[in-house]
């Protein structure tokens, strides 16, 4: 089977080449794409690193809500990366209102600008979205900015969705993808099962990450996206569909997403 994690973090922390003899080792005969996400200059570039010593991963660059006080204090410029060719979204990008790492104003502010760079770059978004237990602050902040970023032919995924079944229509209405992560695999998570259902199949997109959220049974340990087909066979089940149908529907939404291909496909 060949599947596509969508989303994971490279920290750099282990060469590229032993990082993916281990993600290759957890998959034996099964096959993946991936995507290298970056939430900041240096990420974003350990990304990009990650991406071009492989044909089949691409990278996305941006500012994570967690760094956006960072990056307005350092003045990074991101513009590094506009002709890369392995460069296929910007994000991860968002609002997190749950850690206030970052001022709440700010937040908004980055997100609009790099909402505006992908609609300048031709490119989709990665969105991170979190806010306080039983507070959606967050989500409505957000949905006030993507509604004129798709209505301007903007297209964006929501990555870890976790707004709930009230919501999630709000965001499928403006085209949004969504991702799922090990958090499906979670025993408390019926939250996420339940949202699950409600995504259209045809914007389903699966995710790691990594070097969090590492599905059951293997909660508690560092996540790399050999893991991903413990997602995989988590939400063929919730969905009541087969692992490799599974495998198949998000592998060519990704594709069709980043609008990527090795060549292979």
Same mark, same amino acid.
């Given at each position: 089977m060949t599947f596509f994690d969508t989303h994971f973090h490279y920290s750099g922390e282990i060469p590229i080449a032993d990082y993916r003899a281990q993600m290759e080792s957890a998959l034996k005969t099964d096959r993946l794409y991936t995507l290298a996400v970056g939430g900041s200059l240096a990420e974003s570039q350990r990304a990009l690193a990650y991406a071009k010593s492989f044909d089949d991963s691409w990278c996305a660059i941006g500012i994570h809500p967690h760094t956006a006080e960072e990056y307005r204090k350092n003045g990074d410029d991101l513009s590094i990366f506009r002709n890369e060719k392995k460069v296929v979204a910007i994000g991860e990008l968002g609002l997190d209102y749950f850690y206030d790492f970052s001022d709440h104003q700010i937040q908004r502010e980055v997100l609009a600008e790099y909402l505006d760079l992908a609609l300048a770059w031709k490119k989709p978004a990665i969105i991170h979205l979190r806010d306080q237990e039983n507070c959606e602050t967050a989500y409505f902040d957000a949905l006030k900015l993507l509604r004129p970023f798709a209505a301007k032919g903007g297209r964006f995924e929501?990555?870890?969705?976790?707004?709930?079944?009230?919501?999630?229509?709000?965001?499928?209405?403006?085209?949004?993808?969504?991702? *799922?992560?090990?958090?499906?695999?979670? @025993?408390? /998570? =019926?939250?996420?099962?339940?949202?699950?259902?409600?995504?259209?199949?045809?914007?389903?997109?699966?995710?790691?990450?990594?070097?969090?959220?590492?599905?059951?049974?293997?909660?508690?340990?560092?996540?790399?996206?050999?893991?991903?087909?413990?997602?995989?066979?988590?939400?063929?089940? *919730?969905?009541?569909?087969?692992?490799? @149908?599974? /495998? =198949?529907?998000?592998?060519?939404?990704?594709?069709?997403?980043?609008?990527?291909?090795?060549?292979?496909?």
């Open positions: 929501v990555h870890c969705y976790t707004g709930g079944t009230t919501l999630l229509p709000h965001f499928a209405e403006l085209g949004a993808y969504f991702g *799922v992560t090990g958090m499906v695999t979670f @025993k408390r /998570a =019926e939250n996420v099962r339940a949202q699950l259902s409600m995504i259209p199949l045809e914007r389903l997109l699966l995710e790691t990450d990594s070097p969090y959220l590492a599905p059951v049974p293997l909660r508690g340990t560092e996540n790399h996206p050999g893991n991903l087909p413990l997602v995989a066979a988590k939400v063929a089940d *919730v969905l009541h569909q087969s692992i490799e @149908k599974v /495998a =198949e529907i998000t592998t060519d939404n990704a594709k069709r997403f980043f609008a990527v291909n090795d060549g292979s496909f």
